[in-house]
């Protein structure tokens, strides 16, 4: 079975830092793009960052300069450095890998269930 399991999230003030991981576990043909989701109370799911396996990312606009996407493939680990955040950043992130499972040949996305971030002000 494939499991994607988010943690680091927590309760920082505006200004502060928090490091959020992603393990994905599973037989992998591949694993391709990993990116890091985040959705609040009454909004829609919104893609934060992006990593390609070549290490290619890409990023919110509002989230540039703050966020640093990473991944190390030896531990099929994703990380989410978020420094400077802000209230807006408030949310629940959410982990998301796009693979091809060794067993079924296809390629699809996983999710894993979330992880809540608060940020007063």
């Known amino acids: 079975q494939v499991q994607l399991v988010e943690s680091g999230g927590g309760l920082v003030q505006a200004g502060g830092s928090l490091r959020l991981s992603c393990v994905a576990s599973g037989s992998f043909f591949s694993i391709n793009t990993m990116g890091w989701y985040r959705q609040a109370p009454g909004k829609q799911r919104e893609l934060v960052a992006y990593?390609?396996?070549?290490?290619?990312?890409n990023y919110k606009d509002s989230v540039k300069g703050r966020f640093t996407i990473s991944r190390d493939n030896a531990k099929n680990t994703m990380y989410l450095q978020m420094n400077s955040l802000k209230p807006e950043d408030t949310a629940v992130y959410y982990c998301?890998?796009?693979?091809?499972?060794?067993?079924?040949?296809?390629?699809?996305?996983?999710w894993g269930q979330g992880t809540q971030v608060t940020v007063s002000s």
């Open positions: 990593i390609t396996s070549g290490g290619t990312t």
């Open positions: 998301n890998l796009e693979g091809v499972y060794l067993i079924t040949r296809t390629i699809t996305n996983y």
